[in-house]
């Protein structure tokens, strides 16, 4: 008998960082604010998350929180949220954490507002993760993807993942195949016991990782990871490219 798909209904988008790397045009518009290619970088991952069936979004807010705050609530696709941080940033753990009572007792979708961007495949990639997601096993399922076939990466990957898709951590000077893709479905039980106040989301990877129970997915297609000015002309020319 074919299991119905659990399918999140809900997502949350962060929003809320300093987009430092991407001074000096963070000076005076938020990262997630971005064009590339004529369109915001959250509205790209907005998006893909309307095309997901996602019906309710929370966006978490702190620098120039008012322009990310009147852009997302222009959007008539979903209901919109605001999670407020303007008093205290919490990084992408507590800015997450603090989200919760807004989000549910269900697994939802978590996208970076600045680094999920990506050309879809054959497939949407939402919808690999919603076939591979499995509640028993999973606290976490993130996207990463191919770093050799990526655009704007310059890192040394971020995970390891065996066949059956568990995930850990690349050695401390090693190089790993896959970088987080900034798309995850996260369950709520994975903030269990979680620290209070400002933390990294890294705490309860590595926490998810001694328990077995971090898990990744492919991505199909191109990541095209905006960290700097330079990387979005790079991705104009990659969708370009992709388009012709």
């Known amino acids: 008998m074919n299991q119905q798909r659990f399918r999140p209904s809900k997502a949350m988008i962060l929003a809320a960082g300093l987009g430092k790397r991407m001074r000096p045009l963070t000076a005076t518009t938020p990262k997630p604010l971005i064009e590339v290619n004529g369109q915001a970088l959250i509205d790209h991952g907005m998006d893909r998350l309307a095309a997901a069936g996602v019906r309710t979004c929370v966006v978490n807010v702190h620098y120039l929180a008012d322009l990310v705050e009147v852009h997302v609530r222009r959007r008539s696709d979903m209901e919109i949220l605001i999670s407020d941080e303007r008093e205290q940033l919490l990084e992408t753990g507590g800015g997450i954490k603090n989200a919760l009572p807004l989000l549910g007792a269900d697994p939802f979708f978590q996208l970076n507002a600045d680094t999920c961007y990506w050309i879809e495949g054959v497939k949407p990639n939402l919808e690999h993760m919603v076939d591979a997601w499995d509640e028993d096993r999973m606290d976490a399922l993130l996207l990463v993807a191919e770093t050799v076939k ?93 388009a012709a």
Not at 169 to 183: C, D, I, M, N, S
Not at 219 to 230: N, V
């Open 150 to 242: 990526s655009v704007g990466y310059a890192g040394r990957g971020d995970f390891e993942m065996s066949k059956d898709g568990s995930l850990t951590r690349r050695l401390e000077k090693g190089v790993t195949p896959f970088a987080y893709a900034g798309a995850a479905i996260l369950h709520p039980r994975f903030f269990e016991d979680a620290p209070e106040g400002p933390f990294s989301m890294n705490i309860l990877f590595d926490r998810a990782i001694e328990s077995g129970r971090l898990f990744g997915v492919q991505m199909e297609g191109l990541w095209l990871h905006i960290g700097t000015p330079d990387a979005i002309r790079a991705a104009e020319y990659a969708v370009g490219g992709s």
